[in-house]
């Protein structure tokens, strides 16, 4: 049975839902308003920003895939994932990046997967712990955030464990993995040969990244937490170019609720509702209005996808013009 037309219709309604009822709480006119009101130069510092966290990202790849493909190779490869990524539902777009690394770097799958899941598997722990700093900052500031960002903190966690279980013991889950595959003679299967053989290679990386050298561990812990600064340096000015009046702690912890609209696999197309959602939860929680939460929510998505397609658009024609 072919799944991709159930996939699609299931983005479509989530996203039809999600941008219905925060529509219905809001006058459309205060979000054409609201980005009427940005001052220019608030946009320029912030897709610098944007621009450098691209750069960051690449050059983490760079390591990942031991100095062997350059970063301005990577930089339009992530320019064109990360725009695939914030247009396609349910994160299907990090297919993108694995797919680019073969095709026009002949790496193979397993690299490429391996190398993308390290990489979310460092920005899980950063973001976990920006936001366990943050809410430490602000638990005296209101007990109504404390159960969803409990639960926030969480998901981030087991996430973050789950994923370095997988990490540092994939060894062992490629022996299950193996064992059932043997059991249900899964290998006389082309797709079940394929996951097999794909599985051992993504696991060969992650044994090479185990067994690297502490220098390299090192890089890949800064540039992460350099990317995600960066990252919430862009999220704050772009609140302070909104004119969302609250303190820099309550907008950095209530913009992460955006961040998690992206991590959940229930993202709609183009992230319409998903990531508003996330935004104005964050910012009513910090005592902001609904109205003002839900049209500043729209206007820091619009202006994250149009960074997004600045990036992704040049990149792909680089990428395709020349070959």
């Known amino acids: 049975m072919n799944y991709k037309p159930l996939i699609k219709i299931a983005a479509l309604l989530i996203t039809l839902i999600l941008l219905a009822v925060l529509i219905a709480q809001i006058n459309l006119l205060d979000v054409?308003?609201?980005?009427?009101?940005?001052?220019?130069v608030f946009l320029i510092a912030g897709f610098?920003?944007?621009?450098c966290s691209y750069y960051l990202r690449a050059w983490r790849f760079h390591i990942l895939l031991n100095k062997e493909v350059s970063i301005k190779?990577?930089?339009?490869?992530?320019?064109?994932?990360?725009?695939?990524?914030?247009?396609?539902?349910?994160r299907t777009g990090e297919l993108t990046y694995i797919y680019l690394l073969k095709t026009r770097q002949q790496r193979t799958t397993g690299e490429g997967l391996a190398t993308l899941i390290i990489a979310r598997i460092f920005d899980f722990m950063v973001i976990s712990i920006f936001f366990l700093v943050l809410f430490l900052f602000i638990y005296h500031f209101t007990s109504n955030i404390t159960p969803l960002a409990i639960a926030g903190t969480v998901f981030l966690f087991s996430m973050v464990f789950l994923l370095f279980g997988l990490l540092f013991y994939g060894n062992v889950f490629l022996k299950i993995l193996k064992n059932f595959s043997c059991?249900?003679?899964?290998?006389?299967?082309p797709a079940g040969d394929y996951i097999l053989k794909k599985s051992e290679e993504t696991i060969k990386c992650f044994e090479k990244f185990k067994n690297g050298k502490i220098n390299m561990h090192i890089s890949i812990i800064t540039l992460s937490l350099g990317i995600w600064?960066?990252?919430?340096?862009?999220?704050?000015?772009i609140a302070l170019s909104m004119n969302i009046q609250s303190g820099v702690v309550q907008i950095l912890f209530a913009s992460s609720f955006a961040v998690f609209s992206t991590v959940l696999p229930i993202q709609g197309i183009g992230g319409f509702g998903t990531m508003e959602g996330g935004w104005a939860l964050g910012f009513i929680l910090m005592g902001i209005t609904k109205e003002v939460s839900i049209s500043t929510g729209f206007g820091f998505h619009l202006i994250i996808l149009l960074y997004t397609l600045c990036l992704g658009i040049p990149g792909y024609v680089k990428m395709y013009s020349t070959g």
């Open 229 to 237: 600064a960066l990252s919430y340096s862009l999220f704050y000015l």
């Open 32 to 40: 054409i308003t609201t980005l009427k009101n940005i001052n220019p």
């Open 183 to 189: 059991y249900f003679n899964c290998k006389k299967f």
């Open 73 to 90: 190779d990577l930089f339009t490869i992530t320019c064109v994932h990360n725009m695939m990524n914030n247009l396609l539902p349910a």
């Open 48 to 51: 610098f920003l944007y621009t």
